[in-house]
């Protein structure tokens, strides 16, 4: 067996050091000038932290394994942890409930499409290729807005069925939309492809859809509809305007 050398020291240590190129990469990415950009909620006390640290805590917290805000104490009694992200003291877990709770759904909506239009902006890519699809989640609970439906793995159990839209050429989620287990695949299936083209505005998109029934509105779409039947392909040819419908 080697000797092994063992020395004391009275520089800071962290077992998150790896955090460190994280940090480099949301600073070379200017996240933070884009937080503020962003109509983030206001702390309603003057002793609370700022959004920017809370949200820099966040993602501190699940980088070095949180899972629910309990854990997120791990960067406050990590001083040096806290240093690295660029603030003295980190916060309660309980700051994180109070701030993240003032998210409603219409601050949501405003705050994540600010930061998705940022993120793509800054992206030197073109002609984007959209995939769009929904999926069941099940849910074991009596979780907010769970519904019972359709659920081919768990039948008579409550799920969410959610709206997902992706850059397949960049492998990025572009939108994502929270949805009851009872809504069927094309509810609020417009909005969502209005909002998810709202995000990636100023760019070309080539509209790649999967979901049996949707009706596109808006320029420079390819439209492709998968696994249809000759009634829904009919309907979207009379309600679908200057626009390519293209079948595998």
């Known amino acids: 067996m080697k000797d092994l050398e063992i020395a004391f020291t009275a520089k800071e240590v962290t077992a998150f050091g790896g955090v460190s190129l994280l940090y480099k990469m949301l600073d070379n990415c200017h996240f933070k000038e884009a937080l503020s950009a962003v109509d983030l909620p206001l702390q309603g006390s003057n002793r609370g932290k700022s959004p920017e640290q809370l949200i820099y805590g966040l993602f501190t917290g699940v980088w070095c394994g949180a899972s ?44 994540f499409d600010s930061l998705y239009e940022w993120f793509f902006s800054e992206l030197c890519f073109n002609n984007y290729t959209l995939d769009f699809d929904s999926t069941v989640m099940e849910r074991y609970g009596d979780q907010e807005g769970a519904e019972v439906g359709y659920n081919p793995k768990r039948p008579g159990r409550k799920s969410h069925h959610p709206l997902l839209a992706f850059v397949a050429d960049l492998r990025m989620t572009a939108n994502y939309w ?29 509209v790649l859809l999967t979901i049996s029934l949707c009706v596109c509105q808006g320029p420079d779409l390819l439209v492709d509809i998968e696994d249809t039947c000759p009634e829904i392909e009919q309907l979207i040819y009379q309600q679908v305007q200057g626009y390519a419908c293209l079948r595998e």
Request: charged share 20%.
């Open 178 to 206: 929270l949805r009851p287990g009872n809504t069927s695949a094309s509810t609020n299936y417009l909005a969502f492809l209005d909002n998810t083209l709202e995000r990636l505005q100023g760019n070309q998109v080539l």
């Open 68 to 111: 629910c805000y309990n854990h997120l104490d791990i960067v406050r009694f990590d001083p040096t942890l806290c240093r690295l992200m660029g603030y003295e003291q980190g916060p309660d877990h309980r700051a994180y409930q109070r701030y993240f709770g003032k998210f409603t759904q219409a601050i949501n909506q405003r705050v």
